[in-house]
């Protein structure tokens, strides 16, 4: 995949993107954390295992990743393909991804370090092409 002049700047800065999956021939974006540093690799997203776009993507594995640009009246497209985490790298990105957001929980007793917890997954997407867009082309 070709590096867009600026693209991994403002995929640094966007603390939120916009995942879209699609099935049945319709679209479903939503709104996903993101902490990521390098548009050009794989992009993960932590989230719950009985979500629409946890289905979505069991069905049809492309996502599109849009976030803004520094450039008035653009935004970033990346299309990628997702897949699912095995459940040992998801128990340690899943505590290390709700530290980073709520650092003062670490000594909480409530927290559920250890076991089996079936409801978590991590979504990962690996990029195969970018571009930018013009808000006027949509």
Request: net charge neutral.
């Amino acid at each position: 995949m070709n590096e867009i002049e600026g693209m991994k700047e403002d995929f640094r800065k966007a603390r939120v993107v916009y995942m879209t999956t699609f099935r049945d021939g319709e679209e479903h974006s939503r709104q996903m954390t993101n902490f990521n540093e390098d548009p050009y690799r794989m992009i993960w997203f932590p989230t719950h295992r009985d979500t629409r776009k946890v289905e979505d993507i069991k069905e049809n594995p492309r996502v599109l990743i849009t976030f803004p640009s520094s450039k008035e009246g653009f935004y970033y497209e990346i299309e990628g393909r997702a897949e699912f985490e095995s459940e040992e790298v998801t128990r340690g990105k899943w505590e290390w991804w709700y530290l980073y957001w709520r650092p003062t929980q670490k000594r909480r007793f409530w927290f559920p370090r250890e076991g089996q917890h079936p409801e978590r997954v991590i979504i990962n997407v690996h990029p195969v092409k970018a571009g930018m867009v013009s808000k006027d082309d949509v």
